[in-house]
């Protein structure tokens, strides 16, 4: 039976949380907070004592950590880009921790690579209690675009990369422009966001694709709807719609083929949420592409050996280490 939970599901997997979370009442939000503060002053103390951590401001929307090893030899830089929904600088949503962001940027600086991380302005607007339910996709690939212009007017870096995991990998093709040495693409889908959902209702409510087809190719006009059944309404709610309408006019595959620099798809054979056949696909798309598939590895970015129910409670695991094969490929990579 298809219910509004399993729409819920689908929101919050896919990004539409960006403008849900608008609707959380203010003892969430105050908890939010606190857990957000403690996890910033934990860092400060426990930071490593061979880095130095500067927090940039890039725009009025944009706040990150630049984490530089004392010995940055090496001159090089990699901005990372979060995935779907509110994702702070380090990996997280609001009770979903793991860290597997400031992980991957810890591991770079002890390989002599400074990086770059940053909150989705979703983050900083949940914060400020002023959430913008007209925020579109094209605002993200903004942000991504401004970050990276920020570093290439610095002229401080030999080579800048980015580092895009899952959404951020659809999110910093975008961005990539002639001063990126190169792109990593971490658990990136090969699908633009409407495929992913009607793949999704046909796996599960079969009955509601042909409405679903219906109000996608009402946004493609650029219009909104409110002709769908109620079933549908979490996705196609009208704070949502233009969202989308922005996501899927970006197909993974042919946005892979304009790049003209080195790309490293990374994929998991855990990953729950995208496919080893999908990495393959953009790895078939990149004209100088190179494709690692790492064993029991999962979407964010750790290594499980038991089923679905482990892979999942471990997105909330910060305990976790990455993949060590993760690390050895990106520091070979970035050079």
């Known amino acids: 039976m298809f219910t509004n939970t399993y729409l819920k599901i689908v929101i919050l997997r896919y990004s539409l949380n960006e403008i849900i979370f608008y609707y959380f009442n203010n003892i969430i939000m105050k908890l939010f907070i606190s857990v957000l503060v403690f996890s910033i002053t934990f860092q400060t103390v426990a930071q490593e004592p061979t880095t130095t951590q500067t927090e940039i401001e890039v725009s009025p929307f944009v706040d990150g950590t630049l984490l530089e090893p004392k010995d940055a030899s090496k001159n090089i830089l990699a901005i990372i880009i979060g995935d779907y929904g509110p994702t702070d600088r380090n990996g997280n949503q609001n009770f979903q921790k793991n860290n597997n962001l400031k992980k991957i ?5 002890e390989n002599g690579i400074t990086s770059f991380r940053y909150d989705k302005r979703i983050v900083k607007q949940i914060l400020k209690g002023r959430v913008n339910a007209r925020l579109t996709f094209d605002d993200y690939v903004k942000d991504a675009k401004d970050v990276v212009n920020y570093f290439v007017k610095k002229e401080n870096y030999n080579a ?12 910093g093709m975008l961005a990539a422009n002639e001063h990126i040495t190169g792109l990593v693409s971490l658990g990136g889908s090969a699908k633009s966001i409407d495929q992913v959902i009607l793949e999704q209702i046909e796996q599960t409510a079969p009955r509601l694709k042909p409405d679903a087809e219906r109000v996608f190719n009402v946004l493609r006009t650029g219009k909104t709807t409110t002709e769908f059944p109620q079933e549908l309404s979490n996705i196609f709610s009208l704070d949502t719609q233009d969202f989308i309408a922005d996501w899927m006019q970006y197909n993974p595959i042919e946005i892979m083929e304009t790049l003209n620099i080195p790309v490293l798809i990374i994929n998991g054979t855990k990953d729950l949420q995208v496919s080893p056949e999908e990495a393959n696909q953009l790895y ?45 490929a990106l520091t070979a990579f970035i050079k």
Do not use: C, D, W
């Open 105 to 109: 940027a810890f591991s770079l600086a």
């Open 160 to 171: 800048i990369y980015i580092i895009g995991h899952g959404q951020g990998s659809l999110i």
């Open 284 to 328: 078939e798309a990149a004209k100088v592409g190179t494709l690692k598939t790492i064993t029991n590895m999962n979407h964010v970015l750790f290594i499980i050996e038991g089923g679905n129910l482990e892979n999942s409670k471990s997105y909330g695991e910060s305990f976790r280490p990455l993949a060590p094969e993760l690390i050895l």
